[in-house]
């Protein structure tokens, strides 16, 4: 198997062990054999000839280094300054620049070259995210006609959005030279269809298949999933630690609602806010007793929106204690680190209430280890945003609209008074997603249909 991502986690990261999507990878690598080809995450002034090899067991994991000038064109260029806002609903902030997606397609190009030398005749390749898109049709051009799946972590944007980008068209036929194309919502999917047959003048053939551009291929649901058993397992050992312990000793009992997001426009954060003051307006009662902790460590600093919303978020913050915090308690704990995730566990075992409310997410794992992380006896309410994809499989989350302050703050209300029962009864539902549809499952169901590739 060979895979494609913009970041590669080198199995001697240490910190990639910790869990996720990384090991789920590193694992069916192990099991097949094969490579995991990416950017190094290192920017040096020019672009090295070769990449660096690193040989682990069955897997050899290929990183290069990108130049300066390919860094800021095509990964905070195109890529975040272009494709990310877009396919998260935010034209305001789509910068659209030729330049930078000339440097994006050479970037995949570039990928390509150094990938072609480590193939093998029998390999799948899959490739991830909107970084990505145009590789496999690199790949493609240069002889390749082996299976290569493509997975999009992010939303798939309606037409009228998409269109908006001035190279929509062959992005889309980019995508289509794929075998397997996955999305992770019914939404999703839905959109991806609607500029297939509205715009390139496809045609939905039933069975998963579409044709378009010439080419048919597969493009299906796949949501992502956590590892279930592992958060589980790592709430109960926590149960007792001493910092469960403290984080419970709340002066005010079990109070914590608690945030984790990277900080990001599309995490809806400083609506979050916002509607944790229009929560403290219009319930009263509970100033003084419960404190909303929000994770939310810097990312993507280089790109100018990101220091913008780092910006708003500590004014609000600033604004929102020094207008509701006495002595003895503070309203927001705003806390700008990363954290190992077993100390996550904590925090999202201590707290009544899980507040995930991005404008815009793919999935939202965040909402899905918040959930898994409870105490069976006595679980914490989600309040969940509609447009998380994970609101479609989580349905028994408190769903909320993130733009409507007043309906935040009931739910946020409605969470920290729901009796145990009620409590008990949606949590029990999540669960059984959650268990049904691991981060294997996702891998595996994947890599199953891409098996079956050739599909015509
Ligand atoms: P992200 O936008 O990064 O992922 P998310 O799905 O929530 O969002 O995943 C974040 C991960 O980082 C979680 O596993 C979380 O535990 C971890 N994390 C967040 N803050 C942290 C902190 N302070 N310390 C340590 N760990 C932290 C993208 C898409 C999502 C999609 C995923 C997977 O934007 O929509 O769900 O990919 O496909």
């Not at 309606?158 to 075998?179: F, G, K, N, W």
């Not at 077993?342 to 404008?359: D, K």
Request: charged letters at 25%.
């Amino acid at each position: 198997m060979v895979v494609v991502s913009n970041r590669v986690a080198v199995a001697t990261d240490t910190k990639a062990r910790a869990g996720g999507l990384a090991v789920a990878i590193q694992d069916a690598l192990q099991q097949s054999g094969g490579v995991w080809f990416g950017w190094s995450g290192k920017v040096v002034p020019k672009t090295p000839s070769e990449p660096t090899l690193h040989e682990a067991g069955p897997v050899t994991y290929a990183t290069l280094d990108l130049s300066r000038k390919h860094y800021n064109e095509y990964y905070n260029g195109f890529a975040n300054r272009a494709l990310w806002p877009l396919f998260h609903y935010r034209l305001d902030l789509t910068a659209f620049s030729q330049e930078h997606y000339s440097s994006y397609l050479e970037v995949n190009k570039l990928f390509a070259g150094h990938l072609l030398p480590l193939l093998e005749p029998e390999d799948l390749i899959w490739i991830h995210d909107y970084h990505l898109i145009p590789l496999g049709e690199q790949l493609r051009r240069s002889g390749i006609t082996r299976p290569m799946g493509f997975f999009l972590h992010t939303p798939f944007p309606a037409l009228e959005i998409l269109t908006a980008l001035p190279s929509h068209r062959s992005l889309v036929q980019a995508l289509c030279a794929y075998d397997l194309v996955g999305f992770h919502t019914e939404n999703d999917l839905r959109a991806f269809l609607d500029y297939i047959v509205h715009e390139a003048g496809g045609g939905i053939m039933g069975n998963h298949l579409i044709h378009a551009f010439g080419k048919t291929l597969r493009v299906e649901i796949f949501p992502i999933g956590i590892e279930t058993d592992a958060f589980e397992k790592g709430g109960a050992s926590l149960s007792r630690s001493q910092k469960t312990e403290s984080l419970r000793s709340h002066p005010h009992g079990r109070a914590w609602i608690i945030g984790v997001d990277r900080l990001d426009y599309s995490k809806g954060l400083v609506e979050r806010l916002l509607s944790f003051e229009c929560f403290l307006d219009r319930y009263p009662e509970f100033k003084g007793k419960v404190t909303l902790v929000q994770i939310a460590p810097p990312s993507r600093s280089e790109v100018p929106e990101y220091r913008e919303i780092q910006r708003m978020l500590e004014t609000h913050a600033g604004r929102l204690n020094g207008r509701f915090a006495e002595f003895d308690w503070v309203p927001i704990n705003y806390l700008n680190k990363s954290y190992q995730r077993q100390e996550l566990i904590q925090f999202y075992r201590a707290s009544r209430v899980g507040l995930i409310t991005p404008l815009r997410d793919g999935m939202n794992l965040v909402a899905k280890e918040y959930v898994a992380s409870q105490d069976p006896e006595d679980p914490g309410v989600m309040v969940l945003s509609r447009f998380a994809g994970a609101a479609r499989e989580l349905d028994s989350a408190l769903i909320v609209n993130p733009l409507d302050f007043e309906g935040v703050a009931d739910a946020i209300a409605r969470g920290l008074t729901m009796p145990l029962e009620e409590r008990k009864e949606r949590w029990n539902g999540m669960m059984e997603t959650l268990r049904g549809n691991t981060l294997n499952t996702w891998r595996d169901d994947f890599i199953e249909a891409l098996r079956q590739a050739p599909y015509e």
